[in-house]
């Protein structure tokens, strides 16, 4: 294994990390909810109590990237797959968020640092899940 040093960035992975770390716990705190994101959207539909901040959340999420590109140069997308792999995956991962009652913001960062049994178990699912459709369409389908 060797390290690409060139775009190693630590740095901005960490300062990620806590800005992800700090807006999940103000939201707790001011909320009494977790920043589950899945759950977030899902009540944006519903135009239910507290839209606004739910809205606003959200909105940060979408604006970050053109925040960020005030300072750095974004890194450059590649997409190796078709619209319909993407569509299909995106319907999978929407309807196992639903299923299992969140997705990585709400189980992955949020419970965990509840130290959360259930989101333990979801997380090492879902983690586990995503390693094995790694393995099955790269090396197994050669996709």
Known sequence: MTIDWYNFTPWSALVGGALIG????????????????????????ERGEGFGEKALFVLGILLAP?????????????????WLTLTVAGLLVGIGSRYGAGCTSGHGVCGLSRLSPRSLAATLTFMAAGFATVFVLRHLLGG
């Open 22 to 45: 700090l807006s999940a716990s103000l939201f707790v705190l001011m909320n009494g909810r977790i920043a589950g994101i899945s759950g977030l959207l899902g009540s944006l539909l």
């Open 66 to 82: 053109l925040v960020w590109q005030l300072f750095s140069r974004l890194p450059d997308i590649q997409i190796d797959s078709g």
